[in-house]
């Protein structure tokens, strides 16, 4: 089922959603000709029912540029309730790809002896199978409606979307005789206007949405140059009815786009195709798409996410319990980690690097391990973040895996396969900054963002508050120049211990800040996403006024010349604290420097006490 073959990357098709014409009442016009008698269909043409045949039959749109898109199967004739009582005829099965059907009568969803979605008008007898792939059905308002009740009052066990008025959109269906994958029933509002059907999909849709008075919330058709519109137009509207975007060639959501360049406001679903590959090229940018409660979801479905990032310190804000070297979370999606966020179905992620592939093989074998000695290398999972369900399997190809089902506080995943290998799109190196070494067999790392006083306090007490596991090492990404107890916070910082193994990161920048000028990284959060209800005092402006100019690529902490800020506990090991790319500042002196009086001489006894490079905030 998951097999999906690799074809030619057509960049800036528009595809043609619906093409052809209808009569006035829905009848074929006289501007189609009949379909031929391949099984691959060229053109739009008018199908006249044919003799069922005890054998497998595949008719497939023969999707081309030269030709637009997919063709439209405009059936004749109505449909006749006798075949309800007709037997299927064994060995007929049929297959559906990359078509639109209008003009039809679709069997109930729980009629006996047909197939469910079995197209009545298209044989003199029903198949005993029937498969759908990438099949767009111009409904009546009877047939769907009578599919969405289905789908509604029972438990399909189906993924599939709905806006309840203009699109039923299934993305997994297996129901007694009947496979659908990527099937979108189209009806009410979004029913293309009968002389419009061999307009292009992006003017079909603009005309439907305008006699529906927006009503339809459909995006079809998007490539490379229609899909940025689209989402700027469309998923920026603040409203609880889903959009599907259907996107019919390789796009790229990545280079270009700075940080909350696009805002979801809305449920989205980006869904491609599932018989042919259709990528999504992030470029290894984050933090584009900016998901916004309360309405906001997006779902990924039948795509090939690629050039995927770790994320950055923007991203580290909202990351936990989720670690940002991690790349298969898709960063470029800048929503809050500790909610549902990731909606992956019959999805490839190409992660960045061969060692993160390795290392989520590693971890998910463990985590399914039948001894105990083993799973505890992924307590984690558990404890920080919730997993609840993870099937997997190896394959399709040498080093990779598939899973089947991943559930967990972030994740809701469903046939998404973890691989390293580019699809389509030219893979690019990892972006400049914190590298954090994947270790295999070892959890992965906490990254959180530092960019105050009160952020800074967080990191340290926010892995005992959430029993984050003590497996995992911490990382505090300084985003802004930081100083304990600032003048606008003076009681802001108390004696903390550092109880994890952690390591304290200054991320670099490029931004030309002036002084006294907040952060950009600071700007740029406050602007991504709504402003906390805490009571807690706001951070601070970032104290660039005491850090030298020369070093203003790197973040500074200034300690206060406070002793003992961080504690060490009795017995830590080696590098139990490491700080790296940081300006240290506001050092003190150690604590017997008092007792050296200036008229008694020096005796040596408190030399070191003198040298403010001995790191007295960090009492060990």
């Avoid at 706001?538 to 973040?555: E, F, I, K, N, R």
Wanted: charged share 15%.
């Amino acid at each position: 089922m998951m097999d999906r073959r690799l074809a030619r990357w057509w960049p800036g098709i528009a595809l043609i959603l619906f093409a052809g014409t209808l009569g006035a009442h829905g009848q074929p016009g006289n501007r189609s000709p009949d379909c031929d008698a391949a099984v691959n269909i060229s053109r739009t043409c008018i199908w006249r029912p044919r003799q069922a045949v005890p054998q497998p039959v595949v008719i497939s749109g023969d999707w081309r540029p030269a030709l637009g898109g997919f063709p439209v199967l405009m059936l004749d004739g109505a449909a006749d309730a006798r075949q309800q009582k007709v037997s299927a005829v064994k060995g007929f099965t049929l297959t559906l790809k990359r078509l639109v059907i209008a003009n039809v009568t679709l069997a109930p969803p729980d009629a006996a002896g047909l197939p469910a979605l079995w197209p009545q008008q298209m044989y003199t007898a029903p198949a005993t199978a029937l498969t759908m792939d990438d099949v767009r059905i111009i409904a009546s308002a009877e047939d769907f409606q009578a599919y969405l009740n289905f789908f509604k009052s029972n438990d399909t066990k189906a993924s599939y979307f709905t806006d309840g008025v203009g699109f039923l959109q299934i993305s997994l269906w297996e129901y007694g005789s009947t496979s659908a994958h990527s099937v979108t029933l189209v009806s009410g509002p979004c029913t293309p206007p009968s002389a419009a059907l061999h307009l292009q999909s992006t003017v079909l849709l603009s005309a439907a949405a305008a006699a529906s008075n927006g009503r339809c919330a459909i995006s079809a058709g998007n490539n490379n140059s229609t899909l940025m519109p689209a989402l700027l137009r469309e998923a920026s509207k603040s409203t609880s009815q889903p959009l599907l975007v259907l996107i019919t060639a390789n796009v790229s959501l990545g280079i270009g786009l700075g940080p909350g360049a696009i805002s979801i406001c809305r449920p989205v679903i980006m869904a491609g195709l599932y018989s042919r590959p259709t990528s999504v090229d992030f470029g290894m940018v984050v933090n584009q798409l900016n998901v916004t409660e309360p309405y906001a979801k997006m779902y990924w479905q039948s795509l090939d996410l690629e050039n995927l990032s770790p994320g950055d310190g923007l991203s580290a804000a909202i990351a936990p319990p989720y670690g940002v070297s991690i790349s298969c979370n898709v960063w470029a999606m800048y929503c809050p980690r500790s909610k549902p966020c990731l909606n992956l179905i019959n999805t490839t992620s190409v992660v960045a690097t061969a060692a993160e592939r390795d290392y989520l093989t590693f971890m998910f074998s463990m985590y399914n391990s039948p001894l105990p000695s083993m799973r505890q290398t992924t307590d984690f999972y558990h404890t920080d973040l919730k997993v609840t369900t993870l099937q997997f399997i190896p394959g399709p190809g040498n080093d990779e895996i598939t899973c089947q089902v991943v559930k967990s506080l972030s994740w809701d995943w469903s046939y998404n396969i973890i691989t390293a290998e580019p699809r389509v799109a030219r893979k690019l190196p990892l972006p400049a900054g914190l590298q954090l070494p994947i270790q295999q067999t070892q959890a992965g790392p906490l990254v959180q963002a530092v960019d105050g006083c009160s952020s800074f306090e967080s990191a340290v007490t926010y892995p005992e508050e959430h029993n984050i596991s003590a497996t995992r090492r911490l990382v505090w990404m300084l985003t802004a120049n930081v100083t304990l107890n600032p003048p606008d916070q003076p009681k802001c910082w108390q004696r903390q211990t550092i109880k994890y193994t952690t390591k304290m990161f200054g991320e670099d920048f490029q931004d030309n800040v002036t002084d006294g000028d907040p952060s950009v990284h600071s700007l740029l959060h406050q602007a991504l996403l709504p402003a906390p209800t805490s009571t807690a005092p706001a951070a601070p402006a970032a104290d660039t006024t005491s850090a030298p100019g020369p070093l203003s690529q790197v973040y500074a902490v200034g300690f206060d010349y406070m002793r003992a800020a961080l504690v060490l506990p009795p017995g830590a090991p080696d590098k139990q604290f490491e700080i790296e790319n940081v300006m240290l500042h506001q050092l003190p002196q150690g604590p017997k420097i008092g007792s050296v009086q200036a008229d008694s001489g020096y005796d040596g006894s408190v030399a070191q006490d003198v040298w403010t490079v001995l790191m007295w905030p960090v009492e060990r």
